[in-house]
Structures are given as C-alpha cells and as structure tokens.
C-alpha cells in the first residue's frame, strides 16, 4: 500500500525558514511526479508545488514562487519543502502527495504555524 | 490559470439521499479533472480522477460526469461517513493545477 508522511512542521516566526520533508513507502519513489498541497485554517486546498520524477521539472504557485523551494533525493527516497520568508499567512496544514491522474496518495500533512 | 468553481458551498442532506456537486472550470480541462474527499485530521483520498474513474477502494456510490468545463459529482445512496468536503481539482497539461473552493455536506 502506497503511502506518504510528512515531517518538520512547527512554530516559525515571521521572516523564519523551515524545511518539510516527505518520506514515501510502498512504491518506487523515483517513478513518480510530486507535489505539495495546503490547507490554511478554516480554507480550502491550495496547490504549491510539482516536481518530476528526477527532479529536472519544478513549477509553483504564484504565492510561494521565489520563497519556496521543492526537491527531492530519490537515493534517500525524500521529498523537501524549503520555506523562506515565512508570513503569517502560510499558516497550514502541508500535505505531500504522489501526483499521478491527480494526487492519488497524500499523507495526513504537517502543520506549520508562522507567529510572533 | 484555471479557475475552479464549485456549487454549492454546503449541502444538508438525510442518509440514504442522492447528492450532485457541480464544478466549473473557468476553460477547458478536457477530461483531467479529479476528485477528493477531505475529513478533519485525516488524509486527503482521491476519490475520482480523469472525470470519472474511481481511485482503489473506492465504493460504486460514488460516480462522474462531464467534460470540459463543467463536471458532477454523484453520491447515490449517502452514507453517514461520506459527510465531509468536497474538493475539484483540475490537472490540465501543466501546472499550476487548481482547486475549487469546496462543498460541505453536511447532515440536514
């Protein structure tokens, strides 16, 4: 059974910088497409990331195009969020998921909470 | 970039009832158009994807319609544990892929 979970949310400052990582199972990890997803308090779901199997293709949303930053190890068999420049607003739960005729696995996220 | 549009924001529905979601892609998607069910404090599930075919394990209740840009969710027969939100999603070509803003269902 194919699985995600997410890791290395918390409380961040305003300004601060936090790294999400995303550990998967039960398929082989350097076949697939990924992406990040979110979920801010009370909102619905906002795509933020994608990146292909071997990493040469990423693309972003709008709102996080130049602070955030995908990659993955397929060695270490990871998926990463680079975060910067954080804003209250980024406050959500962060999902990962396989991206694959849509997101087909997504783990329960990790939340991330940017406060003073 | 797509916009999604769902309707309506909240339904309120008895068991056993049959429920239409609508959403509405402000261009054409073609047929890449998923599905999802989100819980609170549980994961995301795919439900549906390429408009219509049922992700693993998912229950024959749930079916999809359409093409284009505008697209239905059917829930035949709810069940208490389909009470949840419902998102659209679409995965057209390339990214940014989008969502709608959501339905709840919510018991009537």
């Known amino acids: 059974q194919a699985q995600v979970v997410e890791s290395g949310g918390g409380l961040v400052k305003p300004g601060g910088s936090l790294r999400l990582s995303c550990t998967p199972s039960?398929?082989?990890?350097?076949?697939?497409?990924m992406s990040w997803i979110r979920q801010a308090p009370g909102k619905g779901l906002e795509w933020l990331a994608y990146i292909s199997a071997k990493g040469t293709t990423v693309h972003y949303a709008d709102s996080v195009k130049g602070r955030f930053i995908v990659s993955r190890d397929n060695a270490k068999q990871s998926l990463y969020l680079e975060m910067k420049s954080l804003r209250v607003e980024d406050t959500a739960v962060y999902y990962c998921?396989?991206?694959?005729?849509?997101?087909?696995?997504w783990g329960q996220g990790t939340l991330v909470t940017v406060s003073s | 970039e797509v916009v999604m549009t769902q309707s309506p924001a909240t339904l309120s529905v008895s068991p056993g009832e049959r429920v239409t979601l609508s959403c509405r892609a402000s261009q054409s998607v073609t047929n890449n158009l998923a599905w999802y069910q989100v819980k609170p404090g549980q994961a995301p599930r795919l439900l549906l994807y390429g408009v219509s075919a049922r992700a693993t394990g998912v229950p024959a209740r749930f079916s999809g319609s359409g093409s284009g840009t505008e697209f239905t969710l059917t829930i035949s027969g709810l069940q208490s544990e389909d009470f949840a939100v419902y998102f659209c999603q679409q995965y057209n070509n390339r990214p940014p892929w989008t969502f709608g803003q959501g339905t709840k269902v919510e018991m009537k």
């Open positions: 998921a396989r991206d694959f005729t849509g997101l087909d696995y």
């Open positions: 039960g398929f082989t990890f350097s076949d697939y497409y």
